[in-house]
């Protein structure tokens, strides 16, 4: 047994593979459509309304919704060798 190896087992051990329960699961299913929608709500209110500052928060909650929504789907399973 060498550091390559016992790393490598490290690594598969901690990885995470699936969401630990259901809500986790929901909430990563819904953050891209979510994230999206926002940021439809905040481009419409942009120009509608006198855009506030808490329309702002919309294009930051969006943002965020989107890219953990890509990252969270794009994250493959690891595999043991």
């Known amino acids: 047994m060498n550091v ?3 790393a490598r087992a490290v690594n598969l051990d901690n990885v ?3 969401p630990t329960n ?3 699961s929901l909430i990563e299913s819904l953050a891209l459509p ?3 929608i926002m940021l439809i709500v ?3 209110a942009t120009f ?3 855009a506030p500052g808490w329309i702002h928060a919309l294009l930051t909650l969006g943002v965020f919704g989107v890219i953990w929504g ?4 794009g994250t493959p399973p690891p595999t043991k060798r």
Do not use: Q, Y
Not at 70 to 73: D, L, Q
């Open 42 to 44: 905040w481009a419409v």
């Open 70 to 73: 890509v990252v969270a789907r």
């Open 22 to 24: 259901s809500r986790e």
């Open 48 to 50: 509608v309304l006198a």
């Open 16 to 18: 995470k593979t699936t």
């Open 34 to 36: 979510v994230g999206i």
């Open 4 to 6: 390559r190896s016992v």
